[in-house]
């Protein structure tokens, strides 16, 4: 069994940063991909974000320049620099951690932008 947990969000105005972190525990050899969903209130699910075993990177080109995924694969945790949010980014982030080809989703963490 794998356990994902999200935290880090909040209540921030336009322009701000928030760092969301992503813990997984459990029965986990090794964590291939680890990425970050996010979703809007009558908006479909989409990647944000993600980072695989061996550093590689992708970003939705919505927060290219602005946001940052990082990895500490001894922790099992990955992490997620929001820099410059917008009004936009406004949403709940999920965090999956792919493992053994299956892919683990956390609760949730609700990021809200707002003046």
């Known amino acids: 069994q794998v356990h994902v947990v999200e935290s880090g969000g909040g209540l921030v105005q336009p322009g701000g940063s928030l760092r969301l972190s992503c813990a997984a525990s459990?029965?986990?050899?090794?964590?291939?991909?680890m990425k970050w969903f996010r979703q809007a209130p009558g908006n479909q699910r989409e990647l944000v974000a993600l980072?695989?075993?061996?550093?590689?990177?992708h970003y939705t080109d919505s927060v290219k320049g602005r946001f940052t995924i990082s990895r500490d694969i001894a922790k099992k945790t990955a992490y997620l620099q929001m820099n410059t949010l917008e009004l936009e980014d406004t949403a709940v982030y999920y965090c999956?951690?792919?493992?053994?080809?299956?892919?683990?989703w956390g609760q949730g963490t609700q990021v809200t932008v707002s003046s």
């Open positions: 980072i695989t075993s061996d550093g590689g990177t």
């Open positions: 459990g029965n986990i050899f090794r964590i291939n991909v």
């Open positions: 999956v951690a792919e493992v053994a080809g299956k892919d683990y």
